[in-house]
């Protein structure tokens, strides 16, 4: 059994100790547990007996796994082929670089409707959306389109620069704050679907990681870049997934998770990195929801605006995220104490299926409607009438929404995510904690699996603003 540095583990119960059983009992309050809700564009509401009765099942399934724990399936991943590398990295990443560039130009001098502007809409759909869910199927596509890979590399070689300045000893840390920045922007700032401001806040982003990148090496990226960590962190569920050494790549398969079985334990920095992610999911689906309208005095059907919330959603959001590593650290520690064989770093791991999941079931409505513009925007994208993609005119619509054949099609893929994602975790967890786990160990951590499961459900049917 693989454990976690005593300085780590250390690490781990002063931050447990430093939040008191007190956050512990706040984040148990249904109001600010961990969840995921719909995009905030959309106010929907959904009956909740199927939920509770989901939530009854995750239990049922979950314990039977602690039963079975010594008779879970391997998980080993096979090699499906082997090809060349058809487009080197550093191709395709430069060739990133330069749609960049055209995006920032885009949301600089382009339409400063978020909704026709290529800037907001290529990212906020693209990158942000549409990436990580494909990569939560096919594997890490950020790495080939990474646009920083390509020009650190040209920069470096005409430097000749070899060396580094020693950012490597920092861990996940630039990654952590570049994050907090990053979600701070989303889902706090005045204007983050301002064309022109996302453009300027991206571009001045690319060049300081540019310079971090130049000065340490690539490699840095995988630590230092919060889009790359997240990224990857991301895409350890994909059942499939490419592996390149050298000219040659090869496809393999496995169970969703297996890559994450195969990683180190994480560190310090990045159990904080993790717990940022799962607590921006988790404020991003508070903040627009009745209970936290009417916590901070807002009246929903009279919003003040951004500005006037600014300081506390500020606060709200790092509240959840501090209260969130409590808890995960909580449960870690207390089946550590009562049945021994945890250890921190390794069974964190496990928290990166939910990630992924929340982050599926969270912005799957938006990727349907905030899509549709952006198809149409690259089908016709200086709104001349032409059609670029050969597509034929076509309108917006959210009617979809309101469609009994549809609506339910769409529950059922976020209820899938949510509850396939906790599923997955506890079964990693059950993994990565190890043979030296007592029964009893695992039941913290599968009573907060349970926990997430059922609040996550419920936030989809609460009802929200618009």
């Known amino acids: 059994m693989t454990r976690a540095p005593r300085s780590f583990d250390g690490f781990c119960t002063r931050v447990w100790k430093a939040l008191g059983a007190g956050g512990l009992a706040f984040l148990l309050a249904p109001g600010l547990a961990f969840a995921c809700a719909l995009p905030p564009s959309v106010i929907l509401t959904l009956p909740t007996g199927h939920y509770i009765t989901a939530a009854a099942l995750t239990v049922a399934l979950t314990a039977i796994m602690g039963v079975a724990v010594h008779r879970l399936p391997v998980m080993a991943p096979r090699q499906v082929w082997?090809?060349?590398?058809?487009?080197?990295?550093?191709?395709?990443?430069?060739?990133?670089?330069?749609?960049?560039?055209?995006?920032?130009?885009?949301?600089?001098?382009?339409?400063?409707?978020?909704?026709?502007?290529?800037?907001?809409?290529?990212?906020w759909t693209g990158v942000w959306i549409a990436v990580p869910l494909g990569s939560m199927l096919l594997g890490n596509l950020w790495r080939s389109l990474s646009p920083w890979t390509g020009p650190v590399r040209i920069a470096r070689t005409l430097l000749g620069r070899t060396g580094s300045i020693g950012l490597a000893r920092l861990g996940h840390w630039p990654a952590v704050a570049g994050y907090a920045g990053f979600v701070w922007f989303q889902m706090v700032s005045l204007y983050p679907d301002d064309p022109a401001v996302l453009a300027k806040v991206a571009l001045t982003y690319w060049a300081v990681i540019f310079l971090l990148a130049v000065l340490e090496g690539e490699d840095w990226l995988e630590t230092g870049e919060f889009l790359t960590v997240l990224f990857s962190f991301i895409a350890k569920v994909a059942p499939l997934w490419h592996v390149t050494e050298g000219p040659r790549t090869r496809l393999m398969r496995g169970w969703?998770?297996?890559?994450?079985?195969?990683?180190?334990?994480?560190?310090?920095?990045?159990?904080?990195?993790?717990?940022?992610?799962?607590?921006?999911?988790?404020?991003?689906?508070?903040?627009?929801?009745?209970?936290?309208?009417?916590?901070?005095?807002?009246?929903?059907?009279?919003?003040?605006?951004?500005?006037?919330?600014?300081w506390v959603n500020t606060a709200g959001l790092?509240?959840?995220?501090?209260?969130?590593?409590?808890?995960?650290?909580?449960?870690?520690?207390?089946?550590?104490?009562?049945?021994?064989?945890?250890?921190?770093?390794?069974?964190?791991?496990?928290?990166?299926?939910?990630?992924?999941?929340?982050?599926a079931a969270h912005y799957l409505v938006m990727l349907l409607t905030a899509g549709q513009y952006t198809l149409a925007a690259l089908n016709d994208p200086l709104m001349t009438g032409d059609s670029w993609l050969g597509l034929p005119p076509f309108f917006v619509s959210f009617g979809f929404l309101t469609d009994p054949r549809v609506m339910p099609v769409i529950y059922g893929l976020q209820f899938a995510a949510i509850l396939g994602a906790h599923l997955l975790a506890v079964l990693l967890g059950l993994k990565l904690a190890g043979q030296g786990a007592r029964p009893l160990a695992h039941l913290p951590m599968t009573v907060l699996m349970v926990g997430y499961t059922v609040l996550g459900l419920w936030l989809l049917s609460t009802a929200r603003t618009g």
């Open 318 to 359: 790092l509240a959840i995220w501090v209260l969130t590593l409590g808890l995960i650290l909580g449960a870690i520690l207390l089946g550590r104490r009562i049945g021994g064989g945890f250890a921190t770093g390794p069974v964190m791991l496990s928290f990166l299926a939910i990630a992924a999941g929340y982050h």
């Open 82 to 123: 082997e090809r060349r590398v058809l487009l080197p990295l550093s191709l395709t990443s430069y060739l990133s670089f330069l749609a960049f560039l055209g995006l920032v130009f885009i949301g600089l001098y382009g339409d400063r409707d978020p909704m026709h502007n290529l800037m907001t809409l290529v990212f």
């Open 256 to 310: 969703p998770g297996s890559q994450v079985l195969a990683m180190p334990p994480l560190s310090a920095s990045a159990v904080v990195f993790v717990s940022l992610a799962l607590a921006a999911l988790t404020f991003d689906g508070l903040a627009e929801t009745f209970w936290w309208q009417a916590l901070i005095g807002e009246n929903p059907l009279e919003p003040t605006g951004r500005s006037a919330v600014m």
